[in-house]
Every structure is written in C-alpha cells, then in structure tokens.
C-alpha cells in the first residue's frame, strides 16, 4: 500500500519529484515553504490540496506517512529531526544540515527510529548508465581499480545581471557546489568503486564577485570552483573539480582506470577500453534516452536547473521514486515497506560520510595540507558525546597496494 506524501521545500528537484509522485499513483497531502505565498501558488499548480508555511502543521497531520525534504540546508535538521519523532519516513537532500553537530543529530535521531526510512537523494547512483557502470567494474572486466578522475563544469541557468540573492549566494548556508553538487561526486564515486577516502587535500575559491544589481548589503560569499584530491581505500589515488562558473551547461567527465582496460563517461556517453586491444566499446548513455518529458519544464515556476540540480541527479531522484513504490507496494500497511528494494539507495549514513569529505576538503583549504576524513557520530549510549571515526588505515592501505 502506497504512503502519503508530505514535500517541504520548492526547487527544481521537488517539481520533478511532485509530478513523478503523482504520476506513480502517490497521494500528496500538502506542502510546506518558507513563504505562504509560494505554498499556495504550487499547491495550485500541481493540484496539491494543503498548502502551509508552518513545519509542525504538516507534520501533525496523521495522513503524511513520507516527506520529501527540498527545503534550504538550514531547515533540514528542524524538519528531519521532527518528522522521525513524528513517526513519518523521511527522504532528505543533502546535505543533512548546515553543522556536523546538526548531521550528528539527525543521524541518532534516526538511531532512535531503526524501522522508519531515511534515504538521501544521491540521484547519480539510481542513473541507468551509472548502474551498468557499477556491474561493469564489479564483474571485473577492467580489473582492479587504479585511479579515478572526475571534472564537471557547470553553472546557474540564469546569467549573472538576474541572478536572485537567496541562501545559495551565501557561503556559511551551504549555498555553493562544495556541499550540494561535490557531495553527490563523492557518493558516486563510492558507489561506483566500493571504496571510500580516507585523506584529502583541495583548494575551494570564489572567483565570481556580486553582481551589481544586489544591495549594499548583499554579497556573494559562496565558493564556484572546488578541485581535490583523495586517496580512497587500497590507496587509490583520486582527482576531481567542479567549475560552477559556466552558467546553463553541465558537462561530466569521468575516467576509472583499471590494471586490464578502463571506463570512461563524456559527454553522457559511457565507453570501455580494454588492454591492449585499446579499442573503445560504446555500451551506453548515463540517462540511457530517457523521455525528457519525465523532467519538468524549465519555465516551469519560473525554475529553471542549476549547479545544485543538474539533469543527471534529477533524473536519478525520478528513478529512485519507482524503487518507492515498488517497496511499499509489497507491503500490506500503508508505512511498511521492503528493504530489499532500496538496497541501492544512499542513507543518512552515506550523507554524512560525503558531508565529512566536504568538510575535509575545505579544511585542507585552510590548513594547506592533507587532511584525514572523519565522521563524527553519536554514541548510542552516550547521547551527548560524540566519536570521530578515522577512516584512514594508512599502514593497511600502503601494504596492500605495495603487495598488489
């Protein structure tokens, strides 16, 4: 039996996700923004009965099961934390909250309630093209992973002069592409690989200055250009940088070498190489053709795809709701569901890992040297004290890879 669907938040991901919800049967109860008026004017456009600008109003309501959680990063832990008290199955965007301290909260809140959801929308690994990608390099046909390397330039679909100032020009809000679009790199390359850093070092810089039409006391503070290195698992050296500076493009570049071949996606198109015939097999595209009818318009409420959503994630996201439906639909109640289902599907604990690599990247900006990777969790005895699990297993990593 299908939940019913509580959304927080408007943006370009939840337009996509209300009309595939609503296309897959989901009945969506009501809606929340920050603003009333923009509550009311999508609550209208998608047919969405109860439109609210309060967090608690929504989620008192007994007929929510599931929220979808699209609003800024700085509501994330108010709603994420309230709606698992509530009892409703929450899907949250990352990053989980603006602190490590709100990540850490959220994550033993969601301790407290082991049988209700928590999933993140990591959409690149629910890809079509990324799926094969992940067979592909477990069934070992380019042999063990050697290197990584990822570039993405993209940007704004709206040219500088009409840029709005909202809480994504603003750095301390988690606005720019260190904690929205590099963490979703971070999850894929995971995903992909099976392995996960243990130690980073990168330069975050803000190269684009305030536009000129923002007020005395307006100013774009967040980052537009992030390149770093990690060293994952098995001490597999990884290279990557996102250039949030080209406004309307999104353009992905991924290459894992292998010691029999590598594979490589540009330009959407996923190839593999094998040694040492180094003749490349085109095995398909990342969307695989999908219908782009399944995406919404880009004048639809006047929001159009950004560097926080690109085409790719949102498409992800869209399949992610099939999975839903099929999970809950092999359940007899309307809040159960089957975990075999969603075994695919990002965590709160996958969120918080690609939250931890963010915030090393940036520590190591300003530190000017490599940093470790930690994740600071709650211990479930102790709430109030909190762990820092150090990924890093230097001596285990360099003897593994000098053995192999």
């Given at each position: 039996m299908l939940p019913k669907v509580g959304i927080f938040g408007s943006s370009t991901l939840a337009a996509a996700i209300i009309r595939e919800l609503q296309r897959l049967s989901f009945e969506l109860v009501g809606l929340w923004d920050q603003h009333m008026k923009t509550a009311v004017a999508w609550c209208q456009h998608f047919q969405i009965p109860f439109p609210t600008d309060s967090v608690e109003v929504l989620l008192q309501n007994q007929e929510v099961d599931l929220v979808f959680i699209f609003a800024p990063a700085y509501f994330h832990k108010e709603i994420a934390t309230k709606a698992l008290a509530a009892g409703k199955h929450v899907i949250c965007e990352p990053p989980l909250g603006i602190t490590c301290a709100d990540n850490a909260a959220i994550m033993q809140q969601a301790l407290y309630y082991p049988t209700l959801l928590t999933i993140s929308t990591f959409g690149l690994r629910h890809t079509p093209g990324f799926s094969k990608l992940r067979s592909i390099l477990e069934s070992g046909q380019i042999g063990a992973v050697q290197s990584v390397e990822v570039t993405v330039n993209c940007g704004p679909s709206a040219p500088v002069g009409q840029l709005p100032y909202d809480w994504t020009c603003i750095g301390r809000l988690l606005g720019g592409p260190l904690f929205t679009l590099v963490c979703h790199i971070v999850d894929l390359i995971t995903f992909l690989s099976g392995k996960r850093a243990y130690s980073v070092c990168g330069t975050v810089r803000r190269f684009q200055r305030s536009p000129a039409h923002f007020q005395y006391d307006q100013h774009m503070t967040r980052e537009d250009f992030v390149s770093w290195q990690m060293l994952l698992e098995g001490n597999i050296p990884?290279?990557?940088?996102?250039?949030?500076?080209?406004?309307?493009?999104?353009?992905?570049?991924?290459?894992?070498?292998?010691?029999?071949?590598?594979?490589?996606?540009?330009?959407?198109?996923?190839?593999?190489?094998?040694?040492?015939?180094?003749?490349?097999?085109?095995?398909?595209?990342?969307?695989?053709?999908?219908?782009?009818?399944?995406?919404?318009?880009?004048?639809?409420?006047?929001?159009?795809?950004?560097?926080?959503?690109?085409?790719?994630?949102v498409s992800g996201v869209v399949d992610l709701c099939s999975m839903l439906k099929t999970a809950f639909q092999q359940a007899a109640e309307r809040r159960c569901f089957s975990p075999d289902e969603l075994q695919a599907a990002g965590g709160f604990v996958d969120c918080q890992y690609a939250r931890s690599v963010c915030?090393?990247?940036?520590?190591?900006?300003?530190?000017?040297?490599?940093?470790?990777?930690?994740?600071?969790?709650?211990?479930?005895?102790?709430?109030?004290?909190?762990?820092?699990?150090?990924?890093?297993?230097?001596?285990?990593?360099?003897?593994?890879?000098?053995?192999?």
């Open positions: 990884c290279t990557c940088l996102v250039n949030s500076n080209q406004p309307g493009s999104f353009n992905f570049r991924l290459t894992i070498s292998g010691r029999e071949g590598l594979v490589m996606v540009d330009d959407g198109v996923i190839h593999v190489q094998k040694s040492p015939e180094f003749c490349r097999e085109r095995i398909g595209t990342v969307l695989d053709d999908r219908d782009p009818a399944v995406l919404p318009d880009k004048s639809e409420l006047a929001v159009g795809f950004d560097y926080r959503h690109p085409e790719w994630v915030d090393a990247i940036r520590s190591s900006h300003e530190n000017r040297r490599w940093m470790e990777v930690s994740i600071p969790l709650r211990n479930n005895n102790t709430a109030s004290t909190a762990q820092t699990v150090l990924l890093s297993l230097k001596r285990f990593h360099i003897a593994n890879s000098a053995s192999t």
